[in-house]
């Protein structure tokens, strides 16, 4: 359950619930209709990945005990994710319908014990604290469906992370393009500044919050310590 720290102003402004509701379905029916989910698509992750870590910590990561992934859709970088891992992975999305697709997917070289996929959000993580020393979310938070989500599982994150514990969270921060289909703007939260990302980064009790460069046209990469 969320910390019992989380300050007046987020429970004041807490999630619309229907919202969430309406970006579920959305996604839902997204992974549905999506062909995307085929060995190429895995293919992308990996490479994807990388990059990815890479960019975050200047260098090939070490290998971290136990990984968490918010927001993993239908699991693209999560299989490459837990090459990078000791123990396992968990990797949550409050879509039910990418997350049966990632369970149908999970190749066969992947230690089917390494690698749980459940369905849940980042507002109410099922963990216990100090349980993670990595958290990885790739494009997904702004997604969530309102603001008050985002800067939920963010505190979320820090308190399941242990101390030392490092997170990697890619963030909108800047306008949407103007080609989103309008569907998929009502469900997400305005993107942050990066001022505005480093400051709740801040008040969420992460430690040493960084930007990293752009990755993508719309997104910036933080990388914060508990």
Not at 78 to 95: E, I, K, R
Not at 149 to 168: D, H, M, P, Q, Y
Request: charged fraction near 25%; charge should be neutral; aromatic fraction near 12%.
């Amino acid at each position: 359950m969320p910390s019992s720290s989380l300050d007046k102003e987020l429970l004041k402004n807490i999630e619309d619930k229907n919202i969430i509701a309406h970006a579920i379905r959305y996604w839902d029916e997204y992974a549905k209709a999506s062909l995307c989910a085929d060995d190429a698509y895995y293919a992308s992750g990996i490479i994807s990945l990388e990059s990815n870590l890479n960019r975050v910590f200047g260098r090939d990561p070490d290998k971290f005990d136990k990984i968490l992934e918010i927001g993993c859709g239908a699991g693209r970088e999560t299989f490459a994710l837990s090459d990078y891992c000791n123990g396992h992975v968990m990797a949550v999305d409050f879509s039910k319908e990418h997350i049966k697709i990632a369970k149908e997917k999970k190749p066969e070289y992947v230690n089917p014990t390494k690698i749980k996929f459940l369905v849940s959000d980042g507002i109410s993580l099922n963990f216990g604290s100090n349980y993670f020393d990595f958290a990885y979310s790739f494009d997904a938070l702004p997604f969530s469906g309102s603001l008050s989500s985002v800067l939920t599982t963010l505190l979320e994150i820090n308190r399941v992370l242990k101390k030392g514990g490092f997170a990697a969270i890619n963030i909108r921060t800047s306008k949407w393009d103007n080609r989103m289909p309008q569907e998929l703007k009502e469900i997400s939260a305005t993107p942050f500044s990066i001022d505005e990302t480093l400051s709740w980064a801040k008040r969420c009790k992460f430690k040493y919050p960084s930007v990293i460069v752009n990755s993508v046209s719309a997104s910036s990469w933080f990388l914060w310590s508990k």
